[in-house]
């Protein structure tokens, strides 16, 4: 603190995060205690227990920093103009003092929230304020609640002591003389520093997550690095966001009935709607390996099968007449947080909604807690970084083992925000794969490739022979893809692996509805020589929901489906349901129908691109199909504001 002698703004600012953070730390020792019986051995955890406690600070810093930044600028101000006003300096006092009261009160209550619900505290916590005196008597009567009080109180006075002989000496400071450019320098620099603590990481893609503080095997210890403020006001925001409103489609009642009718879900589960067990006929012995790729906006229709005439996808090309090919497969969504979500839990887009928001993670029977139960290891690999869309946070929750981001890869390798090129994801790839066969256990491991968004960088070592940089792009992908395969060959692991690719969403080619046909559609391949000798063509109508179902039905094994998919190679569907923000559409094998935000509707035939409105010439196929799109979503939304999602 000598150095800042004479920039007393900045030393009472310093001051206040120290004294407000050892209490952070505190109240995070308390919960630390009360819920130590969720580790194991705690001597053997005890390096995952200081990480969590060290993330714990990070948190801590960013909340930190958020309050303590109005009272930064206006101690600076009257520092700038050499001023000294004890109104401005106590009001400046009582500010800080009730801000962090408030935020010491949520820590507080946060502990026996956390010890209720496993999860800590946001704005879900006042869906029973409708019932106040309940809720009052509720808490009164129990003691393990208000006993939380205590430190509450303590820790407040012992705040305010500690905080008040902070700004007793900056009262108590002379107000020193400096070149105004000399301070006006300093303090910006300052201010940086608190914006980037506020901001809780130094990676441009993304501010500190929720997912940030997963940094252990430990459910409780990754939540445990949280800051109960950090959840509450992230949750707080999040419930403002359009994307995350709860829709209103249909009669819960009658949508659950009619989807149990469409998925033949008999006798229904009256807990679990979707709830079916799947005994396959006959047992495979040997477990494969599962890889999937969800390739970066890969639209079907740049291959050459589906029309494409300038030679983009070669190896996909060749690739789907070597496999089972699925020609009419549509993704859930327009964003890539979409294409993960729904294709390894199988569940359907609803709107804006975000699944793998950060305030609230739910834990779902998607393909990666399913395999691990069949003793399988699970590992994601992706080319940036995994805070984006709040991946890490989420996949870690659900049962990935391992996740491999931009972190990972040598700093030289990482070119644009969107980290490595695919090609090198892949060659890096190849080691972890042998080293997870070499342990003995079947192995997913998912890969999410970039390359084919923008901000673009195409390899000096690969040369596409189109002029459009999108097209390259393409190209690229596809080249990188064939580099995979071909080091794959060559591994002792291939032999048994199950290689599935799909697109998290397509590109525009040719827009032509309000809601585009070439960004939902994308290839579906299931490609392993040694396994599905025999190639085919499958005409049927399904989406990314079904690949997860579809995949269980290849290995041969028993599992709960829990979700809206179908196994597409025993199953089928009439209608496929696609989102595309505030409008969703549904698709048949000839009719495509759009329901705008406002319930305006049209009927296409889309197979022969027709703009005509069939409405009124086919009323009952309208009605069968919305139908059947809203009483899907109108189910989703139901099992996850019922956490209903996931069977233990």
Request: glycine content about 6%; aromatic content about 16%.
């Amino acid at each position: 603190m000598k150095l800042l002698k004479g920039w007393e703004n900045i030393r009472l600012i310093l001051k206040s995060y120290g004294i407000a953070i050892l209490l952070f730390f505190v109240f995070r020792l308390i919960l630390f205690f009360t819920g130590i019986g969720n580790i194991g051995n705690v001597s053997d955890s005890a390096s995952d227990i200081a990480r969590a406690f060290i993330m714990g600070v990070r948190f801590d810093i960013v909340i930190s920093g958020y309050l303590l930044v109005l009272p930064y600028l206006v101690l600076t101000i009257m520092f700038l103009i050499n001023r000294r006003s004890l109104i401005v300096t106590r009001t400046v006092f009582y500010f800080v003092f009730a801000v962090f009261t408030v935020s010491f009160l949520v820590c507080a209550v946060d502990i026996p929230y956390f010890n209720q619900f496993f999860s800590r505290f946001t704005i879900s916590a006042f869906q029973w304020f409708d019932s106040p005196v309940f809720v009052f008597r509720m808490i009164v009567e129990e003691p393990a609640y208000w006993i939380f009080i205590l430190p509450f109180v303590i820790l407040t006075l012992i705040f305010y002591r500690l905080l008040s002989r902070a700004f007793a000496g900056f009262e108590q400071s002379q107000v020193t003389e400096r070149p105004l450019v000399f301070k006006v320098l300093i303090s910006l620099v300052f201010l940086g520093v608190m914006f980037a603590g506020a901001r809780g990481r130094l990676a441009k893609k993304s501010p500190i997550k929720v997912g940030t503080a997963y940094v252990t095997d430990n459910a409780f210890l990754n939540q445990l690095g949280l800051n109960p403020v950090f959840t509450l006001m992230q949750s707080f925001f999040e419930n403002l966001d359009k994307r995350n409103q709860a829709i209103r489609l249909a009669d819960e009642i009658v949508a659950i009935n009619k989807v149990q009718q469409y998925l033949g879900i008999e006798p229904a589960n009256p807990y679990y709607p979707l709830y079916r067990r799947v005994v396959p006929d006959t047992f495979a012995d040997v477990k494969p390996n599962v890889v999937i790729v969800i390739m970066e906006s890969m639209a079907a229709s740049k291959m050459k099968r589906n029309g494409e005439t300038g030679n983009l996808t070669p190896f996909l090309d060749s690739l789907a007449m070597n496999s089972y090919y699925f020609d009419s497969i549509y993704s859930a969504g327009i964003h890539t947080f979409n294409g993960i979500f729904s294709t390894l839990f199988s569940y359907p887009a609803i709107f804006r909604q975000q699944p793998m928001r950060e305030s609230r993670i739910l834990k779902y029977n998607g393909l990666s807690n399913t395999l691990k139960k069949l003793g399988y290891s699970t590992t994601y690999i992706t080319t940036h970084d995994g805070q984006f869309d709040n991946v890490e946070g989420f996949l870690s929750t659900n049962d990935f083992d391992q996740i491999i981001t931009e972190d990972d890869y040598p700093s030289d390798e990482v070119k644009t925000t969107l980290g490595v090129p695919d090609d090198y994801m892949f060659r890096y790839s190849i080691p972890v794969l042998n080293s997870l066969h070499r342990k003995g256990k079947p192995f997913l491991t998912v890969f999410m490739t970039a390359s084919n968004h923008g901000p673009y960088y195409l390899p000096e070592y690969y040369k596409p022979h189109s002029d459009e940089i999108r097209n390259q792009m393409i190209e690229y992908s596809d080249w990188s893809l064939r580099q995979f395969i071909r080091l794959a060959e060559q591994q002792d692991w291939f032999s048994n692996t199950l290689f599935v690719f799909v697109a998290d969403h397509g590109i525009h080619k040719k827009r032509s509805y309000d809601i585009s046909l070439e960004y939902h559609h994308t290839p579906l391949i299931f490609y392993a020589p040694h396994l599905l000798p025999e190639s085919r063509i499958y005409n049927c109508i399904g989406g990314q929901i079904d690949v997860f179902p579809t995949i269980m039905g290849i290995l041969k094994q028993p599992w709960i489906n829990n979700t809206s998919g179908i196994d597409l190679l025993k199953e089928k569907r009439p209608f496929i349901m696609v989102n595309s923000i505030d409008n969703f559409g549904v698709i048949g094998k000839e009719f495509f129908l759009i329901v705008k935000h406002d319930g305006s509707s049209k009927l296409f035939r889309y197979r022969n691109r027709s703009m005509k409105d069939y409405s009124r010439e086919f009323p009952e196929i309208k009605r069968l199909m919305d139908e059947y799109a809203r009483c899907n979503l109108q189910v989703f939304q139901y099992i996850n504001d019922n956490r209903r999602q996931f069977v233990k």
